[in-house]
């Protein structure tokens, strides 16, 4: 991109109309991350909550050295916490394994759910099999979406140990549930994963069967 364009987006980015900051930061998409991630700071403390939110999510699909740091910082210390669980995303998609301790910290001691919940999804993005003690015990959690987030995570991280585990969760009242634990289970080999698997292509809800008729296909072999 010239440096006209950088330089136009610049200064919509400070624009006092909302629309305009967004739009502007939705252009960064093809922009190399040395250059677009100096424009995406001008708005990470914008008075317009989506705008930040975007802006965070940004600095995780656009790798540079200070991303990191930055990300780090608004999971410690910014006092909203829809703001926290957005760096605790963007942290997964960063995909920094120095992401691992704070994300454990921010589960662990995070009492939002949504903050926990976005942890518990960048564990399984980050595919650290120490988190595997941190997923199941999330998995005793009173929160529904916690449930969720940990069962995928212990797919993504390859937890064979968690099958007996999350298998309780074959007749969960939540479909949703029940999805995530077809899609977790294509990635564990494990002897109770088929017979499992079959039971759940039966399952009432078309996603479910559809899922773990694709889930059983990978553990075959025939799709990757």
Same mark, same amino acid.
């Given at each position: 991109?010239?440096?006209?364009?950088?330089?136009?987006?610049? %200064?919509?980015?400070?624009?006092?109309?909302?629309r305009d900051r967004l739009l502007a930061l939705?252009?960064?998409?093809?922009?190399?991350?040395? !250059?677009?991630?100096?424009?995406?700071?001008?708005?990470?403390?914008? !008075?317009?909550?989506? =705008?930040?939110?975007?802006?965070?999510?940004?600095?995780?699909?656009?790798?540079? #050295? !200070?991303?990191? #740091?930055?990300?780090?910082?608004? =999971?410690?210390?910014?006092?909203?916490?829809?703001?926290?669980?957005?760096?605790?995303?963007?942290?997964?998609?960063?995909? #920094?394994?120095?992401?691992?301790?704070?994300?454990?910290? $921010?589960?662990?001691?995070? %009492?939002?759910?949504?903050v926990r919940f976005s942890a518990a999804v *960048?564990?399984?993005?980050?595919?650290?099999?120490?988190?595997?003690?941190? =997923?199941?015990?999330?998995?005793?959690?009173?929160?529904?979406?916690?449930?969720?987030?940990?069962?995928? $995570?212990?797919?993504?991280?390859?937890?064979?140990?968690?099958? !007996?585990?999350?298998?309780?969760?074959?007749?969960?009242? #939540?479909?949703?549930?029940?999805?995530?634990?077809?899609?977790?289970?294509?990635?564990?080999?494990?002897?109770?994963?088929?017979?499992?698997?079959?039971?759940?292509?039966?399952?009432?809800?078309?996603?479910? *069967?559809?899922?773990? %008729?694709?889930?059983?296909?990978?553990?075959?072999?025939?799709?990757?």
């Open positions: 991109m010239s440096v006209v364009d950088l330089n136009q987006i610049s %200064t919509q980015l400070e624009s006092e109309n909302a939705v252009s960064l998409r093809n922009v190399p991350p040395s !250059e677009a991630v100096p424009l995406i700071k001008k708005v990470l403390n914008d !008075e317009h909550m989506p =705008l930040r939110s975007m802006a965070i999510f940004a600095l995780g699909i656009k790798p540079t #050295d !200070e991303c990191y #740091d930055i990300l780090i910082d608004l =999971l410690r210390h910014d006092p909203d916490y829809g703001i926290r669980a957005d760096a605790a995303g963007a942290l997964g998609y960063l995909e #920094d394994p120095r992401a691992f301790e704070p994300l454990v910290r $921010a589960f662990l001691e995070e %009492t939002d759910w949504l *960048s564990l399984g993005n980050l595919k650290n099999p120490e988190a595997y003690s941190v =997923l199941v015990r999330a998995l005793n959690s009173q929160e529904v979406v916690l449930q969720q987030a940990a069962i995928a $995570a212990l797919g993504e991280i390859g937890a064979t140990e968690a099958v !007996e585990d999350i298998l309780r969760f074959a007749r969960s009242e #939540d479909w949703l549930v029940r999805q995530r634990l077809a899609d977790a289970l294509g990635h564990l080999d494990h002897p109770k994963s088929r017979p499992a698997l079959e039971y759940l292509q039966k399952d009432s809800h078309p996603q479910v *069967s559809q899922a773990a %008729t694709v889930a059983l296909q990978r553990l075959n072999g025939e799709i990757h």
